[in-house]
């Protein structure tokens, strides 16, 4: 057989994650959704005076901008999906999307919080029934785009032998983008509370108090959210079920062997590349250990090395 002949027969797809879309379709509607309702609500908050309408608007179009960032890393991964300068596939183009979006909403925090304060010193007359009426329109435009977004695989999934865990098939691309939307949700309902109590008790105050605890809500999630994308960007995923789930297959192997390395990363929802170092004595082969280990269907990239000896070689 031909050297091109053997590479061939060797190589495989680096394709490790499904493409959504769906997902990619609703976040273009909740784009423009999102955008026209930005427009409305800034102009509204100057207009009518209110910082908890302001807030919200000002809110919204770091959504439009976070949005757009999600609907590009679809489209950037499905296009280089291929492209075999992506070692590992192209996912991570959307984990860092979510990322970068997580960051989009510290800064919106920030900006709330800064805004509020101001007003709190400086209080100025609101014109509450049109800036309540604007705040109820973002409201329902909020919640048809978190409906939209909705991610219905998010779900757990188990296996059909031993082990069963839960393993997590998170889409967080989407997931950043229905964070957003669902802030934008709280904001809009806290301001309509703010308004609507201005109004009845005059209770000016609650305008701007409410935007700051828009902010806070806005700044726990996204912390929840820079987490979850940073740990696969950083390829912390050694505490994941399936690292346990892998020491067990070695562990309980036919062929007596020590695990003398292990590297597990996640390389799309809910799917796992590992490379094993394996101490043994018996003349086995890579192949073995990978087939004992191919009842796991979330590994979908399994190197093996086989150290000759009891023990395992000195790195």
């Known amino acids: 057989m031909s050297r091109s002949s053997l590479q061939h027969a060797c190589s495989h797809p680096h394709v490790f994650n499904e493409s959504n879309p769906l997902a ?122 978190a409906w939209l977004l909705k991610d219905s695989h998010n779900h757990g999934h188990s296996h059909d032998h031993a082990h069963s865990h839960t393993h997590d098939h998170q889409d967080l691309n989407l997931r950043s983008a229905y964070i957003h939307v669902i802030t934008d ?64 297959v070695i562990a309980t192997s036919p062929i007596k062997a020590t695990l003398c390395d292990l590297h597990v990363w996640k390389v799309g929802k809910g799917k796992y590349a590992c490379i094993v170092s394996i101490a043994t004595t018996h003349d086995a082969l890579p192949e073995e250990f990978k087939q004992q280990l191919s009842v796991h269907e979330e590994l979908v990239h399994i190197t093996v090395e086989i150290n000759r000896g009891e023990v395992c070689p000195v790195r």
Not at 226 to 234: A, D, H, S
């Open 24 to 145: 990619e379709k609703n976040t273009r509607r909740a784009v423009v959704f999102t955008a026209i309702m930005m427009v409305i609500e800034i102009v509204g908050g100057w207009s009518f005076n209110s910082m908890a309408l302001l807030a919200d608007g000002w809110h919204m179009s770091s959504h439009v901008l976070a949005l757009g960032l999600s609907l590009f890393a679809y489209a950037a991964a499905r296009r280089y999906a291929t492209d075999a300068r992506f070692a590992f596939g192209t996912w991570k183009i959307e984990v860092l999307a979510g990322y970068t979006s997580a960051l989009a909403l510290i800064a919106v925090a920030l900006l709330m919080f800064y805004e509020s304060i101001v007003r709190l010193m400086t209080p100025a007359p609101i014109h509450y029934a049109q800036a309540i009426g604007i705040a109820l329109l973002g409201l329902l435009v909020n919640l048809v785009c």
């Open 185 to 248: 949700a709280a904001t809009s309902v806290l301001a309509i509370i703010a308004l609507i109590g201005g109004m009845l008790w005059g209770a000016d105050w609650l305008d701007p108090v409410m935007g700051i605890v828009g902010g806070v809500l806005v700044a726990s999630w996204s912390i929840g959210l820079l987490r979850q994308t940073g740990r696969v960007l950083l390829d912390a995923q050694m505490g994941d079920p399936v690292v346990q789930e892998i020491r067990e």
